[in-house]
Structures are given as C-alpha cells and as structure tokens.
C-alpha cells in the first residue's frame, strides 16, 4: 500500500492562505470521506486538526479547514501565523484490511 | 483531560531487547483502541500496529507484523511496543496514539497522541 502523496514543501507570509494537498487513489481518498489532518511543531508529537475530511475538533482554530475532490484532500490554513510553522500529515482510511496510510509530509514554512 | 504519557527515551545496541511503554488516562482505557506509529530521522508516520486494550485484540501492519510485539495490561491502562532484537533501523521515535477506527461511514483517525519515545540503536 502506497503513501499518499503530499508536496515537500509549502510556504507562505503570515496573513495569507496557504492550501496543502494529498492524492490517493480510488480505493483510499477517492472512495472514503475518512481523511484525517496532523500538524507537527518541530520536536513535538503530531496533532490532530481535521477528521472525517471537514471536521475540527474541539479546541482547533477555524483558521484551518479540509475539503476532498475526487482523489486529492487538501488543507487550507488561512490567516497565516508564525506559530503555524509545522509539518503537515494526512492520512486516509483505505478499506478493512488496514488502519489506513499516511501522506508522506509537508513542512510548512511560514516567511 | 485525556492523556497518553510514554515511557522515557531508551539508548540500545543491536540485538538487545526491549519494552516501551504508554499510559493512558483520562478516559476509559479499555474502550478505545490505542495504535503506535513510526517516525524514522526526517521521515514521515508509519503505523504499525493497534490494540483493543478491552479484550487485548490486535491487527499489525503487514511491513510490521512479526517485527514487533503489542500488548496492553488493562489493569493499568497501559499499552506496550517490544522488540526481542532490535536493529539499527528500528532507530526512530515511536508514539502512541488513541485509534478511532472505521466505523459505519465514521472515525478512522488518531485523536490524542502520546509525547512519544525515542529509541536510538546504535553499537
């Protein structure tokens, strides 16, 4: 099972959006609304910010939302903030016989 | 307030053995899955394997299965990562996660992760 695939990098000054994409296939993003979004501060554990593809939990700024178009999900993060400088993961449920798969990362990098 | 604390960073040789750990609390330790996830130097997250501390039910990863052992002592809400022999590529840092899995079009995501526990294998 592949990774999904996710740019090595983004960048953007603070105050503008910046959207992060993730591409799967047909038998992962592309079938199930189950895509799920991870940031992690340099040196810290991952967080999760976006489940079931547009969910946030309670607690995650608005400032960051999810969409999916057929096979690619992305992350939007608008109202860039210094203190958005992480790496970015998705992952995707991709049917019975496993947990899911991850996207490979993306390090934000915020001017 | 839910919290996963793991056990301390480990320095090993090859060979050697070993045992980590992930408390849970906060929450009832015995009705969530708890999943561990791989993070090599630089890399990206690999799951590796979960388990249902209720009845001890776990699934691994086929790039893990037979590399690695999970468990869970519900008793005290902890949950376990152990390697009879350990290589230099194990070196990585290893989290644990609460797993909500798949469910009638619902969950499949990790929603509290632990501070994770770094372990360098080195001769």
């Known amino acids: 099972q592949s990774a999904l695939t996710q740019p090595a990098s983004v960048s953007g000054s603070p105050g503008q959006s910046i959207t992060i994409s993730c591409t799967g296939t047909s038998s992962d993003v592309g079938i199930y609304n189950l895509v799920s979004w991870y940031q992690q501060p340099p040196g810290k554990a991952p967080k999760l910010i976006i489940y079931?593809?547009?969910k946030r939990p309670s607690g995650v700024s608005n400032r960051f939302s999810g969409s999916k178009s057929g096979n690619t999900a992305s992350l939007t993060i608008s109202g860039l903030q210094a203190e958005d400088e992480a790496d970015y993961f998705c992952?995707?449920?991709?049917?019975?016989?496993?947990?899911?798969?991850f996207g490979g990362g993306t390090k934000l990098t915020v001017l | 307030e839910v919290q996963l604390v793991q056990s301390g960073a480990e320095v090993k040789k090859p060979g050697e053995s070993l045992k980590i750990s992930c408390k849970g609390s906060?929450?009832?330790?015995?009705?969530?899955?708890i999943g561990w996830v791989r993070q090599m130097p630089g890399k990206g997250l690999e799951w590796m394997g979960i388990i249902y501390p209720g009845d001890s039910h776990t699934r691994y990863s086929p790039s893990f299965q037979g590399q690695v052992t999970i468990s869970a002592d519900k008793s005290i809400s902890t949950a376990y990562l152990q390697w009879s022999s350990l290589k230099a590529s194990d070196t990585a840092m290893y989290y644990c996660a609460r797993h909500r899995p798949h469910y009638y079009g619902s969950g499949s995501y990790f929603d509290y992760w632990g501070q994770g526990t770094l372990v360098p294998v080195s001769s």
């Open positions: 906060g929450y009832s330790f015995t009705n969530y899955w």
């Open positions: 079931e593809v547009t």
């Open positions: 992952h995707s449920y991709a049917g019975s016989s496993t947990v899911g798969v």
